[in-house]
């Protein structure tokens, strides 16, 4: 049933594609598991000229999959506990985690799959456009609102619309304004704001509270929710400066940066690149993690983060995703 869901990756798919490839036929297959050999098997069928030479034909599989192997290796390193497969013992399966280790798993697996919802070269059918913008709109606002708060380690005000708490805009800010102790709302907003009066061009609000907890905050935080490939010329601070004009009548007294949550896995480069305009960018490498910080800031620190009683629609719309994927 996964094959039908995850079509084969190409011969010269690079790393990550590869063990997207990997976690994508787990996440679709009944019992949780994908076979590396498999991913040997189709770059044997894709070569137009069988290779004669064992040893050449060999040594080029064990370079496939020591890149493979690193390429988990680095997910598990950086995500820890939030990324929700492992490498079998043998190097042979990458498995979904057992029930009791699945901490943060919907996270992990939203950023994989919203990832290849457009421009995808293995997801065989992915969603309609409208499918795609509800998901968008609802479950990785989710997602971002919970990244945002867990790399501030502060409270979150979610800025999505539709807002699930039906707050108006100027109704949201002020709600910010209290929370972070700083900062006057503009009522009503000034005409900066009225191209985009529903969300403001922000997605998410979070500040870091000072080490006295004492208003102001050390920082606040304005976040970004960016699913789709053009990510890059999506950027909050770029936004910055004509939402304050247009939402506050005075700025909050503190340092304010952008941030961008992404479910692509970034390079190094693709950091050094966009990271000075962005502020900071949360991919799939960081997202998760900082999503499952959010939930224990909430539960254990009590703090106010919206979107954390949602946090349960992921892994509903995840398993609704991929029951219709296994009948298709």
């Not at 094959?3 to 063990?19: K, R, S, Y």
């Not at 070569?47 to 598990?76: C, L, Q, S």
């Not at 340092?255 to 900071?280: A, C, E, N, W």
């Amino acid at each position: 049933m996964a094959i039908t869901a995850v079509a084969p990756p190409a011969l010269d798919a690079d790393p990550f594609i590869l063990v997207d490839w990997l976690e994508l036929t787990a996440f679709f297959d009944l019992q949780g598991r994908a076979r590396l050999d498999e991913i040997d098997n189709t770059a044997e069928i894709q070569k137009e000229d069988h290779v004669e030479d064992t040893g050449a034909a060999d040594a080029e599989k064990d370079e496939r999959r020591e890149y493979i192997e690193n390429e988990i290796n680095t997910r598990t390193s950086c995500l820890g506990a939030a990324y929700p497969f492992i490498l079998s013992d043998d190097g042979e399966e990458l498995r979904i985690k057992p029930r009791g280790e699945r901490i943060g798993l919907g996270f992990y697996l939203a950023c994989l799959v919203i990832s290849h919802f457009t421009k995808s070269p293995i997801l065989n059918r992915p969603p309609s456009d409208d499918a795609a913008a509800k998901v968008r709109k609802s479950q990785f606002q989710t997602l971002a609102t919970l990244a945002v708060a867990g790399h501030a380690q502060g409270p979150a005000v979610s800025f999505g619309w539709p807002r699930a708490s039906g707050e108006t805009i100027t109704q949201a800010i002020a709600r910010c304004c209290q929370g972070a102790g700083t900062g006057t709302p503009r009522i009503p907003p000034g005409p900066e704001a009225a191209k985009k009066a529903k969300d403001g061009g922000m997605d998410v609000i979070a500040w870091r509270h000072a080490d006295n907890d004492q208003p102001p905050p050390a920082m606040i935080y304005f976040g970004q929710a960016a699913s789709g490939h053009n990510w890059a010329g999506k950027s909050a601070g770029d936004e910055l400066d004509q939402f304050l004009e247009g939402y506050f009548l005075d700025r909050p007294a503190c340092s304010m940066v952008g941030l961008t949550v992404v479910p692509f896995r970034l390079t190094d480069t693709d950091h050094k690149l966009y990271g000075r305009r962005h502020g900071h960018i949360l991919d799939r490498l960081r997202t998760p993690k900082a999503a499952l910080k959010a939930i224990s800031l909430a539960t254990e620190n009590g703090f106010e983060i919206d979107e954390v009683s949602r946090a349960r629609s992921l892994i509903l719309w995840l398993a609704r995703y991929r029951n219709e994927q296994r009948a298709a």
